[in-house]
């Protein structure tokens, strides 16, 4: 398999799993508010 | 955390048997139980069509009552949207993404474990409610109120199972965006992936927005059954059309979410063989960016019959017809694509072509179902059944069908049968017409969809009909029998199993090894696989 060769430095090894964290924590909470979301709205809805 | 995934890194030492597949953190493994799952919901969704096949053989009721014929409907719906077309999609993420951006697996490999575990235990719940009191549901896939809040024992077991479902989604787009936004190999900037990588990061973003939109239409169904709610009951003051506007908002983007990867699988498998690079590939990339952001604005145009004001009406009618615009500019580039390349016609190419003729039909019929007053006459007929058949079959089913033909020598290392794959095209094509275009002369006919029983001018172009369903489920033995002779064994696959293909997944070994690319790849293969 052809390849740099070169392992990833473990600070940017640590960066990278930092950066998945985040993106996997951020998009779960914007699922989370489109649950919400649409549940507040469709209560907002009914109490009109 | 670091010694986990030491343990995981280490792949000499994975565990065997069974215990393999239920602890694997492996994205072909999971790529693989995917794949598997959805081609076993695919052979039970499909035995639920040919029993609503041969009960319309005729007029009257031959085998079934209405109730469990309506039970057959809804399953065989929700079976083949959530159990067989997704889960092949992510199935094909998982076992393709890594490989093709440079990864050495998903970014989240134990999330990606979880995400395919839940589905047998959430379709193994919804399978089960056909065997309880009342029996399974037979309100529609739509689940719409205050129908589907007559369902009896099982009603709250259908929603956790949808619950599940939507929780398994979520986890594989989050997994798709982190791995696909950190883990590409570093010299593959955004517009050098390959198409199929950026239809799935749409689509991941489409699943994100959406699939947590049913879970809160279904949670607010259970509240209002048993919690003395009135979301979308009228008596309480609640509103059921409301229900369908959520509904819908989730809808009509996961009709994209089953067509946005079909259009990358169909991007990787025409240029391979026309053996010329993807004409405009970014007006590609921008097309399908386009559809998906028009998918969030279109989702009225299911409901055009329950009464909206004319400004609604020609808004929802007008910004439908503009989907054809990015659809047009991508099977354009496609026809484009192939206009002077040295084209050759194995099983995948065969199907990839099918699907850009039989889809563009599908989507005719979308656009005459988009025209509001000629919607009135069509709503709630086999025209609306024929319509969408066309998207999902021979468009999402075929381009399933012809990226496993095209990634199955990488996979298992063996080259297939193509003279059965290609009788396999052939039989499905034909008998996938016969079925699905005559419900068009039905629909317009006047036949409404979802019954049992039917008036008997309807009657020839049903048995029409039922004879090409019965041809089409006979043939997919064939597409089962030829996987599992490729898996057994064959001719070798080089790496490059097709002469004309690109990308990073060539420059692996077929089968390719445990994790992908446990170094980056150079610059010099990235550019050599982004030659687009």
Redesign the interface.
């Known amino acids: ?8 430095p473990a600070a940017d090894e640590a960066a ?1 799993r930092r ?2 964290r985040r ?2 924590i951020l ?2 909470l ?10 507040a709205m ?1 209560l907002v ?2 109490a009109r | 955390m670091s010694n986990a995934a030491t343990a995981h890194d280490n792949h000499s030492d994975h565990p065997r048997g069974i215990w393999r597949w239920i602890t694997t953190t492996n994205h072909k493994d999971i790529g693989t139980l995917y794949l598997c799952f959805s081609l076993l919901m695919f052979f039970i969704g499909g035995s639920f069509a040919m029993v609503i096949r041969a009960e319309l053989f005729k007029p009257g009721m031959q085998f079934v009552d209405p109730v469990t014929f309506n039970e057959f409907t809804t399953l065989h719906a929700l079976i083949m949207i959530f159990g067989a077309i997704m889960p092949a999609f992510v199935g094909l993420a998982n076992w393709m993404i890594p490989m093709m951006i440079g990864a050495p697996d998903m970014a989240l490999p134990r999330m990606n474990n979880w995400s395919f575990w839940i589905l047998p235990f959430a379709f193994t719940l919804l399978l089960g409610t056909m065997f309880m009191p009342g029996g399974g549901p037979a309100g529609g896939w739509t689940m719409y109120p205050p129908l589907m809040l007559q369902t009896g024992t099982a009603f709250p077991f259908v929603i956790f199972a949808v619950h599940m479902m939507g929780i398994s989604s979520v986890m594989g787009a989050i997994n798709v965006i982190a791995t696909i936004l950190n883990l590409r190999a570093p010299k593959m900037s955004l517009l050098k992936m390959p198409l199929f990588v950026w239809t799935w990061l749409i689509t991941a973003y489409l699943l994100i927005a959406v699939m947590p939109v049913l879970a809160g239409a279904v949670t607010m169904l259970l509240t209002d059954k048993y919690f003395g709610t009135s979301f979308f009951s009228a008596a309480g003051g609640g509103d059921p059309v409301m229900f369908q506007h959520i509904f819908w908002f989730f809808g009509h983007p996961e009709v994209y979410i089953m067509i946005l990867p079909a259009f990358g699988i169909i991007s990787e498998i025409i240029p391979t063989f026309s053996r010329k690079p993807l004409f405009g590939y970014e007006a590609m990339v921008y097309a399908v960016a386009s559809i998906a952001f028009l998918s969030f604005i279109v989702w009225a145009h299911h409901m055009f019959t329950v009464g909206m004001p004319l400004a609604a009406q020609l808004f929802f009618m007008l910004s439908t017809m503009l989907i054809a615009v990015p659809t047009g500019v991508k099977v354009f580039n496609w026809v484009a694509t192939m206009w002077k390349g040295s084209l050759s016609f194995e099983p995948p190419m065969l199907f990839a072509l099918a699907f850009v003729f039989l889809f563009t039909i599908g989507g005719f019929s979308g656009l005459m179902l988009a025209m509001v007053p000629a919607d009135y006459q069509y709503q709630d007929t086999y025209f609306v059944v024929a319509h969408f058949h066309y998207v999902l079959v021979t468009g999402a089913l075929f381009s399933i069908m012809a990226a496993v033909y095209y990634w199955l020598p990488k996979w298992t290392g063996h080259m297939y049968d193509m003279t059965l794959g290609k009788w396999h095209f052939w039989l499905s094509t034909i008998f996938v017409n016969v079925l699905f275009f005559p419900q068009h002369f039905l629909g317009l006919a006047g036949m409404p969809r979802r019954i049992p029983d039917y008036a008997v001018q309807f009657t020839d172009w049903n048995r029409v009909s039922s004879i090409g369903a019965f041809g089409f489920g006979l043939a997919q033995f064939l597409f089962l029998y030829l996987i599992v002779r490729c898996i057994r064994g064959g001719e070798r696959a080089g790496n490059r199993a097709w002469e004309g293909a690109h990308g990073l997944e060539w420059e692996l070994s077929s089968p390719p090894p445990f994790h992908s690319w446990t170094e980056a790849p150079s610059d010099a293969l990235v550019a050599r696989g982004a030659s687009h």
């Open positions: 398999m052809a390849g740099t060769g070169l392992p990833a990278r950066r998945v993106s996997a998009f779960g914007i699922a989370a508010a489109f649950y919400f979301g649409f549940i469709s809805r009914g």
